[in-house]
C-alpha cells in the first residue's frame, strides 16, 4: 500500500510519522495546518475544473460537508457577538479567532477533504501502522515511569505563538491523577482521556482493514491504547457501540427481533433489581476516581447556572475556575455545557443540527456501505464522549476518522423502493 497522489502522500506520512511530530512537540500545529493545506488544495482542483475534467477526477461538496461548513462558521459568529456584548477587547476576539482557525475550523475542513481522491484503504493501512507503533511506545512509556523519568520532557517553544495552553504541546511519556496511585499513558495525545478517544476512533477504522495480519494488529493496537489510558468513558464506549452497530446491522432479521422482544419482556419483569444493579454501576463508575467525578459534576453545574447569564450567544471565552474546581475553566470537560456556556444556544444548536443530520445519514448508508458503518461507530464515540469531553478542540487529533467521514457523506446508497400491494 503506497500513495497514489498529493493528497494521500501528505496524509500518509503524517500518520505514520505521529511519534516524531510528536517528539518535535509539533502535532498540534502540524495537524491543525494539514486541514487548511488539504482545503487548500481542494479549492484549488475546484478552481481548475472543468466540463471536460474525466468524472473519475471530479470533486463534488455533499450537502452535509456544506452543513457543517456552514455552522461551524456561525459558531465564529456567536463569539464574535459574545465577546463583543462583554466588551472583552481586540486581543481576547484576536486569540478566540485564531482559536476558531485551530480548533472548530478543521472540523470541516478534515471532512470536506474526504472529497478529494483519497483512498480510505490507505488510512486504514496508515492507522494500523500507527498502532504498532504504540505497541512499541507502551512499553517505552511505563520503562521511563520505572526509571523514575520526567513525566514531561518539555514544552514545545511555539505555545507562546499559538497560547492555546502547554498542554497542547507537552511531550512526556506519562502522568497520574491527583491523590490517586496509578500510571496513566496519553503517546502523542494532548491527555489521557484524549488516548482513550483516538483509540476507539481508530477501532472502527482497523476493522476495515483488508489484510489480516495488519487488522489483527491495529484491533490489539487501538485495544492496548485504551486500556493504557484508563479512560472510563474510552473503556465503556467502545463495547456498548460494537453492540449498538451490530443490533443495527441486524434489526431486520427475524430471530434478532424475536430475541430482543424477548429482553425486553424479561427487562420489564425485573426491572426493580435491574434498576439497582445500573445505580450500582453508575456509583462504582463515580468512584473509581471519585475526585474527578465530583469536579466534573460540579464543573457542568456552574457552567450550566452561568450561561443562565448569557443565554443566547453566551459568554465567548471559557473563564478559570475556583479552587474548588481545580482551577479548570468553566465551561470545560463537556462539549454541549462548553458550546452553552461560551457560544449560548447559538453555538448548541450549531453543532447539534448538523450532527443529528450526519447520524440519520448514516444510518441510512450503513446497511450498505462498510466506510459508512465505520463512520457510524465513530461518530457514536464521539457523541459518547461529548458528554466528558470537548470534542470541538480535538478534532486535529481525530482527524484521520474526519476525513473518512467525509468520504462517506459523499457515497450514494441506493434508495429504497416501496411497492403498494
Known sequence: MRPQNFEE????????????????GLVFPVYSSLAWILGGYLVFKLLLQTKTTPLQEKITVPWLTWLWGICSLITLVATYVAITDF?????????????????????PLFLLSGCLNIRPQLIYRAVCILCLQSLIAIPIA??????????????????????????????????SDYGVDNVRLFLFTPWCPALGLVSNIYFFMVLQESNKKWKYIGIIGAIAMNVVSLSRAALISLPLVL???????????PLVQIVGGLICFTAGIFSTPLTN????????????????SRVRAALQRVGIEAWKEAPIWGHGVQKPGPPVLANLPIGSHHTWIGLLYTK????????????????????????HSEIAEASLGMLLILILFSFGEQIDILGYIIWPGLIIMGIAF???????????T
Open 277 to 292: 444493579a445500573a445505580t450500582e454501576f453508575v456509583d462504582s463508575f463515580h468512584k473509581s476516581r471519585a475526585d474527578s
Open 9 to 24: 502522500s501528505l496524509i500518509w506520512y503524517v500518520i505514520i510519522g505521529t511519534y516524531a511530530i510528536y517528539a518535535l
Open 243 to 253: 453492540i449498538v452497530l451490530w443490533g443495527l446491522k441486524n434489526f431486520t432479521r
Open 410 to 420: 459523499k457515497q450514494k446508497v441506493r434508495k429504497p423502493v416501496f411497492a403498494l
Open 87 to 107: 466588551n472583552l477587547g481586540t486581543t481576547v476576539l484576536l486569540r478566540s479567532i485564531l482559536g476558531w482557525l485551530s480548533s472548530t475550523a478543521i472540523i
Open 344 to 367: 449560548g444556544l447559538v453555538g448548541f444548536m450549531a453543532l447539534l443540527v448538523p450532527v443529528l443530520l450526519t447520524l440519520f445519514d448514516l444510518l441510512i448508508k450503513a446497511e
Open 142 to 175: 511505563y520503562a521511563a515511569y520505572a526509571a523514575n523519568l520526567p513525566d514531561i520532557i518539555y514544552t514545545s517553544p511555539i505555545e507562546r505563538l499559538i497560547q492555546n495552553g502547554p498542554i497542547f504541546h507537552n511531550v512526556g511519556f506519562y502522568t
